[in-house]
């Protein structure tokens, strides 16, 4: 297959491309380079079934030649990106999903749709399943991206009734592990680099707020497996091990054998208090669950971000 990914520099969109490429696919890479990092893509350069192609996708989007796929990982996804770029935000998770939908209806290709945990904001139910409609506040400085990814599963869903395209939803959970920005602004990459720095660790609030935490490798396993075998339906993709961000922090120190302190700093606003993935629907339909543990994870992190001299 030929496929067409978006935000191809990020985090994900690169690693997803690997993916892509080691089973033997061609991927066209589209990023505009606002959170991305070219850096991610620099072993792909020599790699002839790679092609990477500078455009905002909010804009427009174009691709020479045909694709079979077209999957829409472009958007910041970091609190403090989408508080910096709100409109930004706001766009690539509308008229960017448009240009990227248009796309994939104009060449028939299969449509993937990058969502979010974060649909369903603070939830009232625990842990989430697919079924449930979530608990955003639409006006709060999180909104910009929780709409956003909202209203492009409302125009995914829209596309897929109306002009019956091929399409996918994924729900992505918390993921972590190696070309996550130092700077990134998000827990895991904050607590490593804070302790391979000797730095006191953030915490934000009393840190009994929940997350679960995928490792990279299993994210990407279960997006390929959507990619491929799912259905039109939203599938969260998540490794369901739940743990406090304190207890994230006193892991973080133990692994790293760090001597930093632990400061309190404030809850940004709608923080989500909790949250857990319920797999069911992946394990079922993919024979997807995640292996790699919040431990094993953390160290190849941990390595990742010393190889980078931090
Ligand atoms: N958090 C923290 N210290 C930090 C960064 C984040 O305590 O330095 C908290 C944040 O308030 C949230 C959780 O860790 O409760 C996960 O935050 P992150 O930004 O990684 O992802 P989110 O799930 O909020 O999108």
């Known amino acids: 297959m030929r496929v067409l990914i978006t ?54 989007l174009e691709v ?35 240009n990227a939908l248009e796309l994939a209806r104009a060449q028939g290709a299969r449509f993937f749709m990058a969502s979010t945990s974060e649909v369903y904001g603070d939830p009232l139910e625990h842990p989430q ?11 709060g400085p999180r909104s910009v991206y929780d709409e956003a990814k909202r209203f492009s599963e409302a125009l995914t869903m829209a596309y ?10 994924v729900r992505i959970f918390n993921t972590y592990g190696p070309r996550m920005r130092a700077r990134d602004g998000r ?15 953030t915490i934000y609030g009393e840190g009994s707020q929940s997350r679960s935490f995928c490792y990279v490798s299993d994210e990407v396993d279960g997006i390929y497996r959507l990619f491929m075998h799912g259905d039109a339906e939203p599938t969260n993709i998540g490794n369901p091990d739940e743990f406090t961000v304190r207890e994230l922090a006193d892991l973080v120190l ?9 400061v309190a700093r404030p809850l940004p606003i709608d923080d989500p208090k909790v949250r857990r993935p319920d797999i069911t629907r992946a394990r079922e339909m993919l024979g997807w669950s995640p292996r790699v543990p919040l431990r094993e994870g953390l160290k190849h992190t941990i390595e990742w971000f010393k190889g980078q001299g931090i």
């Open 7 to 60: 935000g191809a520099a990020g985090f994900l969109g690169s690693h997803l491309s690997d993916r892509f490429l080691a089973e033997g696919h061609e991927v066209v890479g589209v990023d505009n380079l606002i959170t991305g990092d070219s850096s991610n893509l620099g072993h792909l350069q020599r790699d002839e079934r790679f092609r990477f192609s500078r455009q905002d996708v909010s804009r427009a």
């Open 64 to 98: 020479d030649g045909s694709v079979d796929g077209v999957l829409h990982f472009a958007s910041p996804a970091s609190p403090i990106d989408y508080l910096e770029h709100p409109i930004a935000t706001l766009d690539v998770g509308s008229l960017g999903t448009r």
């Open 129 to 139: 399943r697919e079924t449930y409609w979530g608990n955003v506040n639409p006006i």
């Open 160 to 169: 897929h009734r109306q002009h019956g395209l091929d399409t996918r939803i």
């Open 187 to 201: 827990v895991v990459s904050n607590f490593v680099v804070q302790a391979l720095a000797g730095d006191p660790l």
């Open 254 to 262: 133990e692994l790293t054998g760090s001597k930093s302190k632990i």
